[in-house]
């Protein structure tokens, strides 16, 4: 998008969501601190007024980013053709929509989640409510796998959704710290997969995977 354009004449939907996705890829890049508001305005093609026509700070729009990313409606975990899987193939399905995420370039919402709850900040309820509602949903189906005899039954279920998020977590925070990490944006999918399914899924010729 060029300034040249001129973003008045673009809609505001459009010009809210350049701003989003051009912040992104500035956190993700230099970090909420040293990313500026001027930066966030070049990423998205806007001017400065621009910005602050839509955003009052840049806490504002990092604060957004998370509120939007939060939304457990947009990973599908309750769509129907989801809810009628069987829980080791629906376990799966949940990791490959997380897994999805990890792969967008820019994204990195546990650097984000970090420094929005550092020093008191205002969204940890919100974000502590999120992972709630997470490790309720793994813990649940792993629970169910484990009681159908398709899911290693070895540890609780809770634990064992506590250690997927916290892989998965992982997983992104050294894609997001170095340059010589951005590879697991890409391999992510496969790791979790692969790990996931030899750690938690009983191997028998009649399992379907």
């Known amino acids: 998008m060029s300034k040249s354009?001129?973003?008045?004449?673009?809609?505001?939907?459009?010009?809210?969501?350049?701003?989003?996705?051009?912040?992104?890829r500035c956190f993700f890049n230099k970090g909420f601190e040293k990313t500026s508001v001027q930066d966030i305005a070049d990423a998205?093609?806007?001017?400065?007024?621009?910005?602050?026509?839509?955003?009052?700070?840049?806490e504002e729009i990092r604060d957004t980013l998370i509120r939007d990313f939060l939304n457990l409606d947009r990973f599908g975990f309750q769509d129907p053709e989801v809810l009628r899987l069987p829980a080791h193939l629906r376990l799966g399905e949940?990791?490959?929509?997380?897994?999805?995420?990890?792969?967008i370039e820019g994204n990195c919402s546990p650097?984000?989640?970090?420094?929005?709850?550092?020093n008191g900040g205002t969204m940890e309820d919100e974000i502590i409510a999120f992972y709630d509602s997470l490790e309720a949903i793994f813990s649940s189906t792993i629970e169910e796998g484990q009681k159908n005899g398709l899911?290693?039954?070895?540890?609780?279920?809770?634990?064992?959704a506590k250690t997927i998020l916290a892989v998965f977590d992982g997983l992104q925070i050294?894609?997001?710290?170095?340059?010589?990490?951005?590879?697991?944006?890409?391999?992510?999918?496969?790791?979790?997969?692969?790990f996931f399914k030899n750690l938690l899924f009983v191997h028998r010729p009649d399992c379907q995977s």
């Open 5 to 24: 354009l001129g973003w008045k004449k673009l809609s505001e939907d459009v010009r809210r969501e350049s701003i989003l996705v051009g912040a992104m």
């Open 174 to 194: 050294q894609s997001d710290i170095s340059p010589t990490r951005r590879e697991l944006q890409s391999q992510g999918r496969d790791v979790l997969r692969s």
């Open 94 to 103: 949940y990791l490959e929509r997380l897994a999805n995420r990890l792969t």
């Open 111 to 118: 650097r984000l989640f970090a420094e929005a709850t550092a």
């Open 151 to 160: 899911l290693v039954a070895t540890l609780s279920p809770s634990i064992l």
């Open 44 to 58: 998205a093609g806007l001017t400065k007024g621009g910005i602050y026509f839509h955003f009052d700070s840049k």
